[in-house]
């Protein structure tokens, strides 16, 4: 009896053959059909492609999920980044489907219970689709329970059955990661027969990068698409690289080399004010800080902030110096921004969790009056 054989050529011009019915599944393991949440669907690792992963600028595939490279030590800097670099804010994985079914399976890793953020934003998934027309809408936020932030027990919830009257199709999927707790294994699930694709291009091809405190890592919104941070990159169709690390952003001469070599930046915010000891410090470290990323990057936008809670004279001087020498010896790609100045002064008191921390309203703010000047930058450095 002839035995057919299934040829298949891969991109290296070697050739293998398999026999004819063997079950694909045991090939690819992308393939394999599973039952999940009472479903047959194939499970796919969404931290290798077609997914995109971003966020994570120094990973390496097979890499823990890290904002700062693996290789990095306490000794170079503070125990605090250290720890936080760990933590998933601002990672997205974006894709495409014609799915009309859509699980997600998650392993997640230091889960965070603050005071003032709930775990929903500390230690959850939020998840936005474009059905096609170019606009994000928010679609679902997946809220861990404790068991599964904590305890390793996994993370399993169907976020898509394709909404009665909605026409077949492909939609494009992001899903952002936890702001403060962290995630070891993330999978998406589809019908079996449907496709993973890769997700079109953003508008902005080039990397907004955030270095800051608390505020930037995302604390205290409610779910992680509300970080100001994530709002002006949403805005913009651009990637986003957040280099928040709450408590512990301190403005030392190893981060800013660590930025500095980053090839893809369009846009560079600069805001450790609440992180540094007191304005002496600010006065040691922000222009030195500054100099390094301008002296890599001549024609790089960089926007200097401000507090925009619990401001201080001293301090928005020390910070200012840097803008104005900066724009004395010529600079023309170097902007400030006085924190005070982004909550409407008859919101103030509604902007804030504890007086520090921007809740939902004070993010939103934070990202209206901080998109125009973004833009503005992005505008003129391609002129």
Known sequence: MLKFVLTIVISLGIFFTLPAQEDLGKIDTNFKVEKVEDVDVEMHNALEPPFELHGFPWRKPGEILRRLPVSLTQNEINSGVFAMSKRTSGGCIRFRTNSPIVIVRAKLANGTDGNTQPRSGADGFDVYIDYGNGVERHWRLIDPKREEAFDGVPMVRRIYNRPAGNPAGVTNWILYLPLYGGVDALEIGIQPGCEILPPKPRKYSKDIVFYGSSITQGGCASRPGLNYTTQLCRALDAYQINLGFSGSARGEEP????????????????????????????????????KIIREAHPKLPIIILTRCTLYEDARTAAIKATYDNAVANGDKHVYFVEGKTLFDEDA???????????????????????LPIVQQAIAEAED
């Open 255 to 290: 981060m800013a080399k660590y930025i500095a070599s980053l090839d893809n930046m369009g846009v560079f915010v600069m805001d450790y004010d609440y992180n540094a000891k007191n304005a002496e410090h600010l006065q040691k470290t922000h222009e030195p800080f500054f």
């Open 348 to 370: 103030r008191d509604s902007c804030s969790v504890d007086r520090c921390h921007p809740n939902d309203l004070g993010f939103y703010q934070m990202y209206q009056k901080l």
